[in-house]
């Protein structure tokens, strides 16, 4: 695996008045990644081409050219009335490139280019995106005496990746409008609050707006076509039908803060709930062949309601000795609503549903009662995998939700989810003279994950590297285990998406803990020099079984808790000197 990135800028300012300024900024970004995969014949198996070795190669890469004009006003009338503003347009042109070839069979495992692999098992993809984005926007902040605010936004944004039916239009271009007011209230002086009263600081905050997404795939929207390859021929097939009036997902927040300081300033809460609503979810259907395999609409509600919680306390402040500790906690639900249908989306080996008043993005299949011990339960059971085959002692008992007999897609069920209940960090900064240590905990609790990895390595259904947890299989009759039996292939689908597979994903992890020294005691020749050890993830509280259970393959609530074989964080011990001029 190579990677390249490039980040470059340009700014300009220009001073037009006192109390006006305008910016022209241009900008570039490249991102790079090259990657190569190569499995000899021996030692990895491949179940399509057995006898041959395999070569994978990869290119992707993201550039982004973008260029912003803006305006920026500042003004204080009277030493009561402060007023800012900014209007601006901004341009971005990304374009994203992803090229993947592999083929089986070179010459020998010492042989490994792509180029030397036979005719019939090569197989090459690949795709280029271009999206073109214009965004106007405008924001005006307004306070009275430091007491009162007010904050206003509104912007409106063209892509290319929008229908050309889409509604609002100007001009004959789909625009999307987002906007925002914010209003906060120092209540401290109203109230007499100071720095000698319990409570020092009281401030109120609303906010409510709408944000438009036009962040998504491009030409979901269009007439779409890819080459199809069969054998030595190469086609093209459709692979979307065109929603030329596709709409862009639109989210309104509405959220209440408050802040309050006490003790004279020695402990600070910020507090705050929220609601947000996402309406013209964006889903795709699959359809008939001859109209594309997939077609996107507009369907559906997210309902989102949370709270966060930030306490910061200054628990010593002494002369030479200080102890700051800060807590941060916060919550959240994503419920579905307003959905004609439920949507199921296979992720490649399991399956998340939206439903209607379900978390949304849960986990669906199949829930696990026991693994049959003996003959005689397995007749009494007397329970047929869709195909008609009875179950038998070794295999998983699932559980026939609808009591016909049958174990198939009729008995899938809401298994878990990957939201958590509550998650949060506590931070720790002491200091002692020119000495200082902060410790940093994060947590997550409540949610659930996906083991992919153990899937891959308790299935027993091929020639594939299993885990010692397969020591405890089922292999006579009246054994009491929680390892069905091997079986070839898996005829019975005991290692199907389950609940066997759905973990408790949380944890409590020192992720961080740094020992300073503060070097300008004895080096007066520099400002703020230090000397410093970390260490980065040094212990994790967990019973996920699992290589890690903090993880991410992106934002997608789709890809949320599915653990795919994710290499874990590196436990880290960092070394360094820092010297200020």
């Known amino acids: 695996l190579n990677s390249y990135n490039f980040i470059g ?8 008045s006192d109390n006006l300024e305008a910016n022209l900024m241009g900008g570039s970004e490249l991102n790079k990644i090259n990657e190569f995969a190569f499995f000899p014949k021996y030692g ?4 399509e081409y057995p006898e041959y070795n395999l070569v994978q190669k990869g290119v992707s890469s993201f550039s982004r050219t973008s260029t912003e004009f803006n305006l920026v006003y500042n003004k204080t009338i009277n030493e009561v009335h402060n007023i800012s503003g900014v209007f601006g347009i ?20 010492e042989f490994k280019d792509l180029g030397g692999t036979l005719e019939e098992g090569r197989t090459k993809s690949g795709y280029q995106f271009l999206r073109n984005e214009l965004a106007n926007f405008y924001a005006l902040s307004y306070n009275f005496k430091e007491e009162y605010f007010i904050d206003i936004s509104l912007s409106a944004d063209a892509s290319s990746n929008a229908g050309n039916e889409t509604e609002p239009q100007v001009f004959g271009i789909p625009v999307a409008l987002s906007h925002a007011i914010g209003l906060g209230w120092d209540i401290s002086k109203k109230a007499g609050l100071n720095y000698n009263t319990f409570i020092n600081y009281l401030k109120a905050r609303l906010s409510y707006g709408q944000l438009a997404n036009l962040v998504y795939d491009p030409y979901i929207s269009k007439d779409y076509y890819a080459p199809k390859q069969y054998y030595t021929a190469t086609g093209y097939s459709k692979i979307i039908s065109p929603n030329e009036s596709l709409r862009w997902e639109k989210t309104q927040k509405i959220n209440l803060g408050f802040d309050l300081a006490f003790i004279q300033q020695k402990l600070f809460i910020s507090a705050d ?7 013209d979810v964006l889903n795709n259907i699959f359809t008939e062949i001859e109209l594309g395999n997939l077609s996107w609409s507009n369907d559906g509600t997210l309902n989102t309601m949370g709270s966060e919680l930030n306490v910061i306390f200054k628990a010593y402040n002494g ?11 916060g919550q959240y639900v994503t419920k579905v609503a307003n959905m004609d249908n439920d949507l199921i989306y296979d992720f490649g080996s399991g399956q998340k549903i939206f439903r209607n008043d379900e978390i949304a993005g849960s986990f669906y299949g199949y829930e696990v009662v026991k693994v049959i011990s003996s003959d005689a339960e397995a007749d009494a059971l007397n329970l047929s995998h869709s195909n008609g085959t009875l179950f038998k002692a070794g295999d998983i008992q699932f559980k026939d939700q609808n009591l016909d007999g049958f174990i198939d897609g009729k008995d899938k069920v809401v298994i878990g989810n990957a939201a958590p209940d509550v998650y949060g960090s506590w931070v720790n900064k002491f200091t002692y003279k020119q000495f ?15 083991n992919h990895t153990r899937r891959e390595m ?22 009491e285990t929680d390892i069905p039996t091997a079986a070839w292939g898996d005829p019975m689908e005991n290692s199907r998406f389950s609940d066997r597979w759905i973990e408790n994903g949380s944890y409590v992890r020192l992720k961080r803990v740094t020992f300073t020294v503060n070097l300008d005691k004895w080096i007066r020749l520099v400002n703020n020099s230090e000397l410093y050890i970390s260490g980065i993830n040094l212990f994790t509280l967990d019973e996920y079984l699992g290589y890690d259970p903090e993880f991410a393959y992106g934002s997608s609530i789709l890809w949320e808790g599915i653990d795919y074989i994710k290499f874990p964080q590196n436990r880290s011990i960092v070394l360094g000197v820092k010297f200020g001029l």
């Open 9 to 16: 800028s340009l700014n300009f300012k220009f001073k037009i």
């Open 90 to 109: 901004r341009l971005n042109f990304d374009e994203i490139i992803q090229d993947i070839g592999s083929g089986v069979g070179t010459p020998s495992d």
């Open 458 to 479: 308790e299935s027993m259904s091929g020639f594939e590297n299993q885990s010692t947890a397969t020591l405890r299989r089922w292999q006579v009759d009246g054994q």
């Open 44 to 47: 990895f198996y491949n179940s």
């Open 436 to 450: 200082s240590l902060l410790t940093d905990i994060s947590f997550v609790l409540g949610n659930q994950i996906y």
């Open 319 to 329: 002369p030479v000795l200080k102890w700051r500790t800060e807590l941060a906690l």
């Open 273 to 279: 709930a929220y609601f947000n609503r996402t309406v």
